[in-house]
């Protein structure tokens, strides 16, 4: 009895990791957050199939939240108006969707994933890089990291989330991020391998183990 339940434990373990070790090169991978039950991939893209369901239109258009809100508007509100208005239109269509995609500039797509959720596939995404440093906005590295700065560490991330414009990207704030992050990391003798955002007007800069 003792080898028949051992057996099992053993193929229960090697059930569990083998997704997780199939991705043996983690750089550059992400665990995206959900945004009002979403997964929202912020400069990154999915690791699963998906086909588009809504795109760019007179109903759905991204550009419309970087110029009808308030100047202090941070990456992360912003971020929760993309979802809002991508469900609204969604159960107007009468259409469903899984995720939302901001690649660059202004724009946003919503989609429906086609392919089979997986233990190394859901919720993970390919980050974009930035100024040679990867980019984590509302996500998580899947690989190992140490601090390198912060807020606290003389940065005022508050006045990088918006520079004094209505109308800014969000890949033109996080841009504005890295650059103080790297200089700050520059000043100590500290590289910087990515940038983490995650929410309200935070962000902190950090390196691989």
Do not use: H, W
């Amino acid at each position: 009895m003792k080898t028949l339940i051992q057996s099992i434990l053993c193929l229960a373990c090697l059930t569990i990791t083998f997704p997780i070790l199939a991705q043996e090169n983690m750089d550059g991978f992400a665990r995206v957050q959900k945004v009002m039950g979403v997964e929202a991939y912020f400069l990154s893209e999915p690791t699963r199939e998906y086909e588009v369901v809504l795109s760019e239109g007179p109903g759905f258009s991204a550009a419309s939240f970087f110029t009808g809100g308030l100047v202090n508007e941070t990456i992360s509100t912003r971020a929760s108006k993309f979802v809002k208005k991508a469900i609204e239109e969604a159960k107007g269509q009468g259409k469903e969707f899984d995720a939302i995609i901001y690649n660059s500039g202004k724009s946003i797509v919503a989609v429906k994933f086609t392919d089979e959720a997986t233990l190394s596939n859901k919720g993970i995404g390919k980050v974009q890089k930035i100024d040679a440093v990867e980019v984590y906005i509302l996500s998580e590295p899947l690989k190992d990291y140490k601090l390198v700065n912060k807020k606290n560490s003389g940065l005022k991330i508050k006045s990088l989330v918006t520079a004094g414009l209505i109308n800014n990207s969000i890949e033109q704030d996080i841009a504005k991020m890295i650059r103080r992050i790297k200089s700050d990391a520059k000043f100590k003798s500290k590289k910087v391998d990515a940038v983490i955002y995650s929410a309200g007007r935070s962000g902190i800069g950090v390196e691989f183990e």
